[in-house]
C-alpha cells in the first residue's frame, strides 16, 4: 500500500472532508459517552436539541459561535502564512481587557464609540501578535512557543487587573473587571436572547478576509509566502513584512473577538469569559480548510458541540468537558481527512 | 553471455496512464545497459517494477534464471538485485557504516556485529574500488561520496545486478565521468549493470547496449558501438531535433559590469572578487564544476545576495544592494537555479505565478487589488508564445512538466523586456524537446540585444550558446576566452583553475 499525490484535489473531497472528519469525530467521542454509562446516539440526541431544539438554543449556539468566526479567521489568516499563531486565546483576552478598560470611561455617544472599541480591542491584539512575529523575523525564534505561552502570562495578567486595578467594586467580591459603559452595549438581534449583531459583524469580517486573501496584491503575496518562501522571496515580494502584515491582520481578528464579546455578551472581564474560543478558533480554522466561509460554518458546528454538551450533561449527567474533546478530536481526524484529500491510497 | 536478467511483456497502468507497456528487456553478465528515454518515458517505472517497488499488470521478471514474485523488494534483494536511487536514501546524521548496514541485520539481534561488518564493506569497497571512511558522517560528505556509499549499500546487500537510476542527475561532469570508470571496473568483477538516462553523452560514452523507451514502449535497441548520438535522439524523441546554433553578430556595449565583486556567507568568502562584463546581445557563459560559487554568483545577481566589497553595475547604476523587487525594476531578468524551489510556487495557478514578480506594477494590480482578468489574459499569450502545453492559465503550476514550467519562468522574465539576464541551470533535467526550445528562446533574446549570464555546468550547453566563456574556481573567475576558441582541454583546464592571472586564460 502506498500513497500517491493526486494531480487535482475534486470539489467534492475538499468538501466532503471535515464532514468525514466530524462524523469520524463523533464516532470516537461516542465510545467515551458510552463507557460513561449513556447510550451514545441519546446523548447526541440530547445534544441536538440543546443547540438547534428551540429559537433560544439556536440564539445561544449562534452567540457561542460569533467570537469562533473571529478567532477561527484569525487562526486562517496567520495559518495561510505559515504563521503559527497559537496565541488567539491571549489576543482573545487582550481585545477584550482593552475594550473593557476604555469603554468604562469613554465619553462618546454609542455609535461612534463602538467602532472606536473595536478598533482599540483589534490594536491591543495585533500588539500581542506583533512581538512574537518579530522573534521569528529577527531571531528565528518559534512563534508556536511564543504565542502559546504569552496565552498564559495574558490570562495571568487579566486576573490581577480584575483583581486589582480594573475591579468592579458593584460585582460583590466577584472578580471581575469594571463593565463597559451601557452606550457600548451592542444591540440584540433577537429580543430576550443574548443573540447581539456581532454576529454580523463577524459574517461581514468573514467576507472582508476573504476579500483580501483571494483577491488583493496582500493576499496573492500572503498565499505564495504561505505555499513557497523562497519562491515568494526570489520573485520580489518581501517575507518581512509579508509576514508582519498576516500577523497584524490576525491578532487584530482576535483582538475583535474579544472586543465583541465584552461589548456584546459579558460587558466586564472575567478569566473565565472564554471556553477557549482561541484555541477552538484553531480547529475552526483546521475544519474550514483555513476557507473564510468555511469558517463560518465550522465555527457553528463548534458552537453547537459547545451549547450542546451543556445541555447533553444536564439531561444525562456526561460531563460537559466531552465538548473539548469532541472538538480536541475534529483536529485530528480533520488533519487525517486532510491527508486523504491530497493523497490518494494505492496498493 | 548468459543472461541474468529478463523481463517480459511488462505491463503497467496508472489509472488512464500506460507507463510501460508490453516491455520486454534481457541483461547479459557483465555488460552495461543503458535505458534511454525523456521524462516520462517510463524508464524509473520499468526499474521500480523490476526491484519490487510496483507490481506489473502483466508480465514477468527472472533475476538468475528464476521468477521474481511481484511486489516485493525483499526478494528482489535475496536474488542480488540492488537499487541506487536518484535521491538518496541515506540517514545524515549516522555515519557510512551505520548507512550500509542499516536493514540488513534482524532487529531481535541484541549486540550489532560492527566489526564484521566493517570488514566486509571495507573488503567490498577494496574489491570493487570505491574507497570510503566507514566512520565519516554521511552529512560531511559530498554528493559523489554519497552516491558511493550508496553503491556500497547495494553491494554490501551481495547485489549482483545494480540498477542506476539518474546516476549523473546529481554529479558534475568529472566526477560523473569517474562513475562511469569505476562501473566499468565493476563489470569485470562479475556484476551487471543497468543506468537510466536521457543524457546522449554518456550513453555513448559508458555503456555497452542502448535500450530506448518512449512513451512506455521500448521502441529500439542499439549496441552502443554501432549507433550515433543523433540516431538515439531521434529513436528518444520520436522525430528530429536539432538544438539551434548560435550566429555570430555585433555585440553591443557593456549593459552589466561587477568590478571585484566579494560575497561572503557566513564569514566564508563565497564571490572572490569576481570582475566580469556582459554586453547588450552577448551571452556570457560560467563553466565549473558544482559547488564553486555558482549559488552564491546566482545569489548576487537575483539580488538575494549583496556585495560586501566591489561594485555591481547595470547600465551605470549601483544595483548590488537592491533586494528582489529593486533588481527586477531595474530591468534584470533572473532564471533560478531550482524551478521547483525557487522558481514557482506549485500550489498557485499558473496565472499567479505569471505576474508573481509584477504583482505590484500598475499592469497587474489597481488600488491593492489584483487585476485578474489583465493577469489572465498576459498568461494566455504567454502559453502561446512559449508554446507551455497541456495548461490554461488557471492550472496548478506544480503539474506542469519541467520544460513547461521552465518555459512560464523563461515567458515571464523575458516578456518583461530586461536588459540583462540570468539564467542558472536552465535546461537541467529537461528532456531534448524542451532544451532545444529554452536554447532558442535564450538566443532569440540575445538576437533582441540583452545582456544574458549564463552558468551551466553542461559543457556542450556553454559553448553552443555562449559568445564568452569565464570559468568558476572557488569563488573566484578565470579572464574571459572566446567560445570559438573553446575546446575540451582548454576549459577542463580552466575549470581546475589553471589560468593566467592578467590577460589572457590559459
Known sequence: MRLERRSHVPLYLVILAPLAAVVSALILAAGLIAAAGVNPLMAYGEMLAGALGSKLAVAEMLTRATPLIFTGLAAAVAFQARLWNIGGEGQFFVGALMTAWIGHSLGLPGWIGIPVLMLAGMAAGAALLAGPAYLRLRFGVDEVVTTLLLNFIVILFVGLMVEGPMRDPLAFGWPSSVPVDGDFRLPDLIPRTRLHIGLIFAVVAAGAVW?????????????????????????GISLPRTIMGVALLSGALAGLAGSVEVMGVTAGVTTTMSPGFGYAGIVVAMLAALHPAGVVAAAVFVATVFVGADAMSRATGVPSFIADVIVALCLLTMIVALMFTTYRVRR | MTNVLELRGIT????????????????????????????GAGKTTLMNILFGHYAADAGTVRVFGQDLPPGLPRAAIALGVGMVHQHFTLAGNLTVLDNVMLGSEPLTRARSARGAARAKLMQIADRFGLPV?????????????????????ALYRDARVL?????TAVLARPEAMRLFETLRDMTKEGLSLIFISHKLHEVMAASDRVAVLRGGKMVAERETAQTNPAELAELMVGRKVERPARHDHKIGAPVLVADKVRVEEAGARRLDDVSFTVHAGEILGIVGVSGNGQAALGGLLSGLAHPSAGHLMLEGADIGHLGPRGMIRAGAGRVPEDRHAEGVVGELSLWENAVLERLRTPEFSRRGFVRRRAARDYTATLIDRFDIRGAAPDTRTRLLSGGNMQKLILGRVLTNGPRFVLTNQPTRGLDEGAIAA????????????????????????????????QAIVKGRLSQPISANEADPQRLGLMMAGVWKEDGDAA
Open chain 2, 12 to 39: 503497467k497502468r496508472f489509472g488512464a496512464l500506460t507507463a510501460n507497456d508490453d516491455v520486454t528487456l534481457t541483461l547479459g553478465e557483465g555488460e552495461i545497459l543503458a535505458l534511454l528515454g525523456e521524462n
Open chain 2, 133 to 153: 571512511n566507514p566512520e565519516a558522517k554521511i552529512s560531511a560528505l559530498s554528493v559523489g561520496e554519497r552516491q558511493r556509499v550508496e553503491i556500497l549499500k
Open chain 2, 438 to 469: 529554452v536554447h532558442a528562446e535564450l538566443l532569440a533574446a540575445r538576437a533582441e540585444g540583452a545582456a544574458i549570464l549564463l552558468i551551466s555546468e553542461e559543457l556542450e550547453e556553454a559553448v553552443a550558446l555562449s559568445d564568452r566563456i
Open chain 2, 163 to 167: 540498477i542506476l537510476d539518474e546516476p
Open chain 1, 211 to 235: 476579500l483580501v486573501l483571494a483577491r488583493t496584491v496582500f493576499g496573492a503575496e500572503t498565499r505564495a509566502a504561505g505555499l513557497n518562501a523562497s519562491a515568494a522571496a526570489f520573485a
